[in-house]
């Protein structure tokens, strides 16, 4: 696809002026009478029959998005109905945000899809008024009262549910990252987020979810992780980063496994198992522990059933994602360990930070949090007990635990992105910025309404990181990537930084199609790069192989 | 298209009609005067009251505060307390600056794509939605708190105070009250953002347009009352006074555009619980900004939790037992 369409035809079709002429001839003269196309390079493949019943969920079939029938229950209606009154009455968040926006319009130039697009169903109120209308329709009082005179339904701004209104729904649902952009300016906090996650708990009650959700979320159940790694394979994958950390550092790492009675349980994304370059932030995680051993007795243990940090479920539903996450407390009581350590994710970090505890607590059975190499208490983590790797990593930096040469670092020129989860459910924003300080040399801000709270998503978040709807991501990420382009000229910046696997499964592709000459680095991956471990041989690699600064030489004749 | 608003546009001019000629032609003072007075103020108590107690019965699950700011978290990494605060006391204050000065919308921006060479998006502070928001607000309580002048007697003096700021300017008489011109501009420029923005009137509804043109109606009939055309001010007073103390009479003289006036008002009244001016009540539950950022450190109890199948490590174990075994991983069970 992205060969397909060149960015400057992607650029061409943007306009935030949302055109009047189409619609204006209609009887209410209203968007919602504007049918929609699902469009090839927008949309997600739908969800494989086999994934979705892995999970016993509804109306699992082989069904297309673009043909017409959708072969859906006969009482689709009536499931959707009560799927929204059961919702309304469980989360107060969705019956606030059904009744209370007022439609100003502050939301509506904040979402990256909405400036990548220019689609006005991009903008967050609209998205949310696709549900609203239907909400005003069936369940509010005014919508009840006019839709009985003639002309009323338009002036209560209502209308039923139609099949095309659901599948408007599904297509716009699915181009929402989640990324809670918007709910930073709503002046009453409206979480588009929230409504997408009500909205896609009702696709999966009709058996309308994705495939790229629904593969990962039927793998992690059975195998413990996203990408359906089996525990053996799991092993070799680490293995192998084992090898090549030994012939860049002359080091065995080799990490261990569903060890009992270790002090700390870690727990990552498959992702940065799997793929390049979050493998090398893999690597990072490696180094540092195999350091905090050696120097400091710290017993770390990986895990091949809890081998997932990440959680589709989180896009699937509440449901859904407690059944993921419940192997992590699981595990860390099985395995017996004081407290869990996870790696760099962004929606990983809003369910452990937001919701973990809640769903699956109490964590009676670890202790609460303390890094035994600095004493430091983890106050912000004493009952959910688990802590971010950045936080643990930071503590040890400033407590001057890690010895660390930040001139391996020192062609990196870097940016950081901050990543929607982490920074908008969450608030960890100076930690990473601070290990970046300490392991690089130099480091340039994107522009202030693109970072911290305000940051863009990478346009891939919550299952939306497939191969097929690669037009959306690269005009979601054209926000992202257009600040990434401003620093990368006007300072130089050729490496962005990021505390995210999604973002690290993502960024490369919008780098490469918007901003080629940027690559892609996870933290620790940098971490990895400038720990000194003891008994190192001369390196003049980094974990990429590629020659660390002013090694450049001394590879080549290697060579 | 225009139908949006020609619509609710229309039903403000009948409205108004209605009442004035209610009352000259027809004579029924009683029921603009006070029937109608009477019956939205108690629609707008019970249907305001059902609507909050209505959200307060949806549980809160999860605690889900959007962070707007570095979080309390290493003792020497500054957090941000009012933007990400982890106690009451921070989300008090978060919740102070929202609702008395729209914090949130404080920080609009507008972004603007150049399709050029450099193909820049940027992104500008646009502070207009925001002073004109606040400008409305804050004029139209300034209007409704000077119009309890006309329901106490004596009139307390920190209304006549409220009266004497309101009044500053001293031009022509009766003397100008700023808050009511403040109240006609600022609402025509929300109306004038919904019209003349692209994005804005996309999205705008027949809902959005109807408390713009009730609003301007009420506005523009209480100026003309108070500088333009003649009213019984001894007359009207009898008449509100009767109503706040139970006690409703209907005076001789009051003329037609005051009781469209009422009717307005008690139009606004009754519109007010079955819309989105519900906002006013939402904006203090809405559990993105109310909560504290404390999850980690203070479990949050879901009252719905219920227990979920999952796929424990036995299970795990036996379908992968063999596997484990050759790859020397560590199992529970040997067989």
């Not at chain 1, 407690?322 to 395995?335: G, I, Q």
């Not at chain 2, 978060?94 to 972004?111: C, G, P, Q, V, Y």
């Not at chain 2, 008449?239 to 001789?252: D, Q, R, S």
Request: glycine share 8%.
């Amino acid at each position: 696809m992205s060969d397909e369409l060149k960015p400057d035809e992607l650029l061409d079709k943007i306009d935030f002026a949302p055109q009047k002429g189409a619609e204006s001839d209609s009887v209410s003269g209203n968007w919602m009478n504007t049918s929609v196309q699902i469009r090839p390079g927008m949309y997600c493949y739908a969800a494989k029959a086999e994934s979705v019943e892995t999970l016993g969920l509804p109306n699992a079939r082989p069904w297309n998005p673009l043909e017409d029938d959708w072969k859906l229950p006969d009482n689709w209606q009536e499931i959707i109905f009560n799927g929204l009154k059961e919702r309304l009455e469980k989360f107060r968040t969705f019956k606030i945000f059904m009744d209370i926006c007022v439609r100003c319009g502050a939301c509506a130039d904040k979402c990256h899809f909405f400036l990548g697009t220019g689609d006005p169903k991009n903008m967050p109120v609209l998205r949310a008024e696709l549900l609203r209308s239907v909400y005003r329709n069936d369940f509010s009082t005014a919508g009840k009262i006019l839709k009985k005179i003639p002309g009323g339904q338009a002036l209560a701004g209502a209308r039923p549910m139609t099949m095309d209104v659901l599948k408007e729904w599904w297509y716009y649902f699915f181009q929402c990252t989640e990324c809670r952009r918007c709910s930073v300016f709503c002046p009453y906090g409206i979480d588009t987020a929230e409504i997408t996650i009500m909205a896609r708990e009702i696709f999966n009650l009709l058996g309308l979810n994705i495939d790229w959700i629904a593969t990962p979320v039927s793998n992690c159940f059975k195998t413990g992780n996203h990408l359906g790694i089996q525990p053996h394979a799991f092993k070799d994958m680490l293995e192998f980063f084992v090898e090549d950390i030994e012939d860049v550092t002359g080091v065995d790492c080799t990490p261990q496994f569903q060890k009992k009675g270790a002090d700390i349980l870690f727990i990552t994304p498959s992702g940065d198992v799997f793929a390049d370059p979050g493998t090398y932030t893999c690597e990072g995680y490696m180094i540092l522990f195999k350091y905090l051993k050696d120097k400091y007795g710290l017993d770390v243990t990986w895990s091949t059933y809890a081998s997932e940090g990440g959680n589709f479920g989180f896009f699937t539903s509440h449901e859904t994602m407690k059944r993921l996450n419940a192997k992590m407390y699981a595990e860390a009581k099985r395995l017996g360990v004081k407290w869990i350590l996870g790696g760099e994710c962004g929606h990983m970090w809003r369910v452990i930070h937001q919701y973990m505890d809640t769903m699956n607590g109490p964590a009676d059975f670890m202790e609460e949090p303390v890094n035994p190499i600095t004493g430091t208490k983890f106050e912000n983590a004493k009952s959910t007990k688990m802590v971010h790797i950045s936080e643990f990593t930071a503590d040890l930096i400033k407590h001057g635990k890690l010895e660390l040469d930040k001139s391996r670092n020192s062609n990196r020129i870097m940016t950081f992105h901050d990543s929607c989860n982490p920074s908008r459910g969450m608030g960890i924003l100076d930690e990473p910025r601070y290990i970046i300080k300490n392991v690089c040399d130099h480091f340039y801000e994107m522009p202030p309404n693109t970072i911290r709270e305000q940051t863009f998503c990478c346009g891939s978040g919550a299952g939306l990181n497939a191969g097929e709807n690669m037009e959306l991501r690269m005009a979601g990420a054209l926000p992202r990537a257009n600040a990434v382009k401003y620093v990368h000229e006007k300072f130089g910046v050729n490496t962005l930084g990021t505390i995210c696997a999604i973002d690290r499964a993502a960024l490369p592709t919008m780098c490469e199609y918007w901003v080629p000459e940027v690559e892609v680095y996870g933290i620790t991956e940098l971490v990895g790069n400038a720990l000194i471990l003891p008994g190192e041989k001369k390196r003049v690699e980094d974990l990429r192989f590629e020659p660390l600064p002013g090694c450049e030489e001394e590879v080549e004749e290697d060579e | 298209m225009n139908q949006k608003y020609l619509i609710p546009l229309t039903a403000v001019f009948l409205l108004f009609i209605i009442a004035y000629i209610g009352v000259e032609g027809a004579g029924l003072q009683w029921f603009f005067g006070i029937v109608f007075p009477y019956a939205a103020m108690i629609f707008f108590i019970a249907g305001f009251v059902y609507k909050v107690m209505g959200w307060a019965a949806s549980a809160v699950p999860f605690r889900i505060p959007t962070t707007c700011g570095q979080a309390k978290s290493l003792p020497w990494i500054k957090q941000n307390s009012i933007d990400n605060p982890d106690t009451s006391t921070g989300v008090f204050v978060r919740m102070i600056l929202e609702i008395f000065l729209f914090r949130s919308l404080f920080r609009n921006t507008k972004a603007a794509f150049n399709k050029n060479a450099s193909n820049k998006l940027s992104y500008s502070w646009e502070i207009f939605l925001w002073i004109g928001a606040l400008a409305f607000h804050y004029s139209f309580l300034v209007v409704i708190l000077r119009h309890f002048r006309f329901f106490t007697s004596p009139v307390p003096s920190c209304l006549k105070m409220l009266e004497y700021f309101d009044g500053i300017v001293q031009m022509g008489l009766p003397g100008l009250f700023l808050s009511g011109v403040v109240l006609l501009a600022a609402t025509l420029f929300l109306l004038a953002r919904r019209i003349f923005d692209a994005k804005v009137n996309y999205i705008s509804q027949a809902a959005d347009y109807f408390p713009l043109f009730l609003i301007i109606g009420i506005a523009v009939t209480g100026i003309s009352m108070r500088y333009f055309t003649k009213v019984d001010i001894i007359g009207i007073k009898t008449l509100t006074m009767g109503l706040a103390t139970l006690n409703p009479t209907i005076p001789e003289g009051v003329g037609g555009l005051f009781y469209s006036h009422i009717f307005l008002v008690s139009i606004l009244f009754v519109y007010f619980p079955l819309s989105k001016l519900m906002h006013m009540g939402g904006v203090f539950l809405s559990p993105t900004r109310n909560m504290a950022n404390n999850t980690r450190a203070k479990r949050h109890i879901n009252p719905w939790n219920y227990d979920v199948k999952t796929h424990t490590y036995a299970e795990y174990e036996d379908h992968f037992r063999d596997k484990m075994i050759e790859a020397g991983l560590p199992v529970d069970k040997k067989e």
